[in-house]
Structures are given as C-alpha cells and as structure tokens.
C-alpha cells in the first residue's frame, strides 16, 4: 500500500504521496506527487528532476487538455517503487508539480480523506 497526506499548496489542498524514482544515472529522487484524476496516463515530472535522473527521451505526444487546448510533451520512461514492485512508467515533461495521472493508478483502489492532514491510501485491488 501507498500512503500520503491532503497537504495545503498555496490556496488549495491536493492528495499528494511519495514516489520513489529510479534515474537511469544510477540516482534515486523521492519527490512528493499529486494526484490527478483528470490526467489519463502515468506520471509527469518537471524539466530539473528528469535531468537529475537522467532519463531517457522516448519521443513526442499530442495531449488535449482539460479546456481543449493541443500541446505537445516530451516523453521519457522512468522505473519506479510501486506497490512493492519496479514498475516502468511513461513520463511527460511538464512545467509543474509531478502527478499521477488514471494510468498509474489503474488496478488500484485509491482512498482519500478530502480534509487538510487526511490521509491518502493507494491500494492494489484484491
């Protein structure tokens, strides 16, 4: 199981838990991730922590955002701690916070207690 914390960013609270991050350079970054039900694929990470891994461009995708906008992000695979397993995921390159996206949680029930210090629980479906 994965656990985190509704945590305050500015105005607002976001369900947030760690990830462990395996750089293709031999580092390992622990970054806190929001989760985002609206975003349909895996993980995105900004430019900086990509580069401190070291990870591996896999291309180019088109993605239409939430208000209908087409952009193009860099892609990358990275390998992660998740659920007690390595599991390689796509990346996108995004200029904000990392999230986990629909994709990465898919086959897992996620818990989260909607107030400032609840607790966030990602759980493998039995």
Do not use: C, K
């Amino acid at each position: 199981m994965i656990t985190g914390r509704v945590v305050r960013l500015g105005a607002s609270i976001r369900a947030a838990v760690e990830l462990t991050i395996f750089g293709d350079n031999g580092t390992l970054i622990r970054p806190f991730a929001t989760i985002d039900t609206g975003f349909t694929d895996e993980l995105t990470l900004p430019q900086d922590v990509i580069s401190a891994l070291g990870l591996r461009n896999i291309g180019l995708v088109e993605v239409e955002l939430g208000g209908g906008e087409i952009r193009v992000f860099n892609t990358y695979e990275a390998t992660i701690a998740w659920q007690g397993q390595y599991r390689a995921v796509r990346v996108y390159e995004s200029n904000g916070l990392p999230l986990i996206g629909m994709g990465l949680l898919t086959g897992n029930d996620l818990h989260i207690r909607a107030i400032y210090g609840g607790d966030v629980r990602i759980a493998p479906v039995r």
